[in-house]
């Protein structure tokens, strides 16, 4: 998992479908539904409390707009986030 602060100001994490266990996921993408057994790089969006694929990301990232009050909600998820990662 490696975490990021995109173009736009939303907190993001890149991270694979297999990491994506530790969040009680199993690598489903949360736009289009597809499963991504191959453990390619998808992305852990703060902000939504999803995961997307490489490309629904790329897609969401376009047309995101940034809310400044959303920073709270996406530091809380993001340190969540971060702490399963730890340990």
């Known amino acids: 998992m490696e975490d990021y602060i995109n173009e736009k100001g939303h907190m993001v994490a890149k991270m694979t479908a297999q990491e994506t ?4 996921g199993v690598g489903i993408c949360g736009s289009c539904n ?3 057994q191959t453990g390619l790089d998808g992305h852990y ?12 990301y790329e897609e969401w990232a376009e047309r995101s707009e940034f809310y ?20």
């Open 34 to 36: 597809s499963i991504n």
């Open 45 to 56: 969006i703060a902000a939504l409390n999803d995961w997307f694929c490489n490309g629904c």
């Open 21 to 24: 266990m530790k969040l009680g």
């Open 68 to 87: 400044q009050e959303d920073v709270q909600f996406e530091q809380a998820n993001m340190k969540r986030v971060k702490e399963l990662f730890i340990t």
